[in-house]
């Protein structure tokens, strides 16, 4: 089944523990992105990359990194968590860019005490 | 500031009627997608409208875009209790790869 997989569902930590969020997509997919959902504000753009080895900045990309190491991967690491940095993220692929539609995974919840 | 915005923000219908939710954006586009998203899970996408289509149906969606006055229109018709979601409409900037989203509007059909 065609899919973008995301782990964990649910994380809660404390502030400044590293933690990464894996996504992976079996669909061969060249983009890949980052995305972060909070209340009235719609979901923003972390990260993306073009392909393997190719990321850029989205708009909100302070205190996340990402890397694109393989096609099929792309976690999103927080170096230092802060509480700032509870939502509930989301990361999407799609085969190439904006012209085709973007495949969402099922979000993660973190929560940074 | 956000690039596409969601009108209204929240929208409760009776099973059958239509359904009209309405996207405002500020610049130019190449194109306008628009997405569901059931309580808190993975967005699905539904439909994309280029900048120069003016018109475009799926089933019982129908999707307007007018690039003069920047806004795009989802319309859902003979909604169904499945129908209960929020709505997103997603654009880009001239830069096929970054993506906005709205706030989206939540849309509940009473059975």
């Known amino acids: 089944e065609a899919q973008v997989t995301q782990n964990p569902r649910y994380l809660i930590t404390v502030t400044g523990k590293k933690l990464t969020v894996t996504c992976s997509q079996n669909?061969?997919?060249?983009?890949m992105s980052w995305y972060r959902q909070d209340p009235g504000l719609g979901l923003r753009q972390i990260y993306y990359?073009?392909?393997?080895?190719?990321?850029d900045k989205g708009d909100v990309p302070e205190g996340y990194k990402v890397s694109r190491k393989e096609k099929r991967n792309f976690p999103l690491i927080l170096e230092s968590p802060s509480p700032n940095q509870t939502s509930l993220y989301f990361c999407?692929?799609?085969?190439?860019?904006?012209?085709?539609?973007?495949?969402f995974g099922s979000g993660t919840q973190l929560s940074v005490l | 500031s956000q690039q596409g915005e969601e009108d209204p923000q929240a929208l409760s219908i009776q099973e059958g009627e239509n359904a009209t939710m309405n996207c405002s954006y500020k610049?130019?586009?190449?194109?306008l997608q628009w997405y569901r998203q059931n309580s808190g899970r993975g967005l699905v996408h539904l439909i994309l409208?280029?900048?120069?289509?003016r018109e475009k149906h799926s089933g019982r969606l129908r999707v307007t875009l007018d690039t003069s006055k920047k806004s795009s229109s989802l319309l859902i018709t003979a909604s169904r209790a499945a129908d209960t979601a929020s709505y997103f409409c997603?654009?880009?900037?001239?830069?096929?790869?970054?993506?906005?989203f709205g706030s989206g509007t939540k849309l509940n059909v009473k059975p």
């Open positions: 999407a692929s799609s085969f190439s860019s904006f012209n085709e539609k973007l495949f």
């Open positions: 669909m061969n997919h060249e983009y």
């Open positions: 990359s073009m392909n393997v080895e190719v990321t």
């Open positions: 610049t130019s586009i190449n194109n």
């Open positions: 409208i280029r900048s120069n289509e």
């Open positions: 997603a654009t880009d900037v001239g830069n096929f790869n970054k993506f906005y």
